[in-house]
Nanobody, 120 residues
Framework: QVQLVESGGGLVQPGGSLRLSCAASGFTLSFSSYVLSWFRQAPGKEREWVAHIRGATDSANYVDSVTGRFTISRDNAKNMVYLQMNNLKPEDTAVYYC???????????WGQGTQVTVSS
């Protein structure tokens, strides 16, 4: 059974940092086959894509609003993906979700989410 479990959320002041982690288990293919993404959903808003990272090349892409502040990374040996978030802003407040999928395949896997609150 595939599981993605996020952790590392919490309450932080504007300008602060957090590091989110996502632990994956039960994948049927090599972990490096999966494109791993972070999404977020703020209250009353639709879920939005934040960043993703490919397994073979570690190439990453970000939504414009977090470029230069967030960094996505992965550790294929540990089946982990991370999101380092710096210079956090109140508008970053949301539930953050981890997602994994293999290009060309239909299955997509989601974690349960972790709350990030940026407030003074």
């Amino acid at each position: 059974q595939v599981q993605l479990v996020e952790s590392g959320g919490g309450l932080v002041q504007p300008g602060g940092s957090l590091r989110l982690s996502c632990a994956a288990s039960g994948f049927t293919l090599s972990f490096s086959s999966y494109v791993l993404s972070w999404f977020r959903q703020a209250p009353g808003k639709e879920r939005e894509w934040v960043a993703h990272i490919r397994g073979a090349t570690d190439s990453a892409n970000y939504v414009d609003s977090v470029t230069g502040r967030f960094t996505i990374s992965r550790d294929n040996a540990k089946n982990m993906v991370y999101l380092q978030m710096n210079n956090l802003k109140p508008e970053d407040t949301a539930v953050y979700y981890c997602r994994g999928y293999v290009p060309g395949r239909t299955s997509t896997y989601w974690g349960q989410g972790t709350q990030v609150t940026v407030s003074s």
